[in-house]
């Protein structure tokens, strides 16, 4: 069973808390992704469970075991680093077989001292040999790099040194595949390629993949579930979708998402009209009524509003079913055009945002224009606490 349990997991170097109190219960065959910036303690978790680095407190389970002080080699779990970390003189068939090499030559050894039996030894070193090179050439056609075994490492593209990283792992049939930031040295096209392939060898091989990375969007295209991180906290774990329409705070409404969602300090108050939120220098937007429930705690308070940047539009372009009535006026910053879309970078009162707005848009820099708000799309978040107190419809 590749189940892997997380409980109560502190990890301490000296007076730095480098994860606090992790709890994580990830199914077998199932895809996590952790992920949050640069420090958060995502590869300790890993290094953690792949028995790298000794915990401090707590326990971690592989299936029903507590591997707490299980050497690493006992774990049955495959780790893939960033750098792909290839032996550079050997072939990449022999950089394939390498640990399974080293453990059936182990086994041996110690058969032999203990058996004294050189003839049966012989036999089974054949037949080690064998089955060697059966899962070699079995990682390599499922990787396509057959023909790439007879090479070395430095003859290889940046993408096929990837793949015989990720075959290196695979031969050794583990429970659980560790994969820490495997695609950052590939250029754009080869990561998205890759990231596929990935996604592809989960669904073939059927075992558990905890993937770390720093990029949201890699986060959201391959983990069946993403626990979002920061400061050795985790502050979330979610299907990919929830996460993005339902975070549980500010943190993980700002990080998940590409252009980040917009935020904007908010007064919370009420009128015989309704609810409003009312930005100041900004705008004054009304609160959908089955968002002002929970809002109404906050009357007279200021909270966080947050909207993302494809709730906004161009009233000429408005998708089927948006709401038209609230409109925001403001200045064109900025546009980047991305061909599917174009973001709009506005200006108002010393304030920057960003919509995602259709392609056929004409706008130029320096235009006042009158965009449509989706409020039934808004979210609004603790300003103390950045808990979220109503998040997307
Ligand atoms: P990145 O995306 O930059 O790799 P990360 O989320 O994987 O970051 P970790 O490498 O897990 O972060 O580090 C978490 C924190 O623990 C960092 O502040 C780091 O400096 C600290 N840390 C990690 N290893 C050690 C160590 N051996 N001694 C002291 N501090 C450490």
Redesign the pocket.
Known sequence: MGSIRFEHVYKR??D?T?LTDLNLHIEDQEFLVLV??????????L?CLAGLEEISQGAIYLGDRMVNHLPPKDRDIAMVFQSYALYPHMSVYDNLAFSLRLRSRTSLVRKLLALGFHRAAYHRIKATEADIDRRVRNAAAILDIEHLLGRKPKVLSGGQRQRVALGRAMVRNPRVFLM??PLSNLDAKLRVQTRTEISKLHQRLKTTFIY?T?DQTEAMTMGSRIAV?RD?VVQQLDVPQRLYDHPSNQFVAGFIGSPAMNFFEAQVSRTEEGWWFHIPNLFTLPIPAEKAAPLGAYAGETVIFGIRPEDLHDPQHLPAGVNTEVRIRATVEVMERMGSEIYVYFEKGGREFVGRFDPRVTLQRGDQVEAVIDMEKMHAFDRTTGEAIATRA
Not at 36 to 45: D, L, Q, R, V
């Open positions: 170097f000296g730095f480098a949050g910036p640069s420090g958060c303690g995502k590869t300790t978790a290094r820490d930031e770390v720093h991180m050795g």
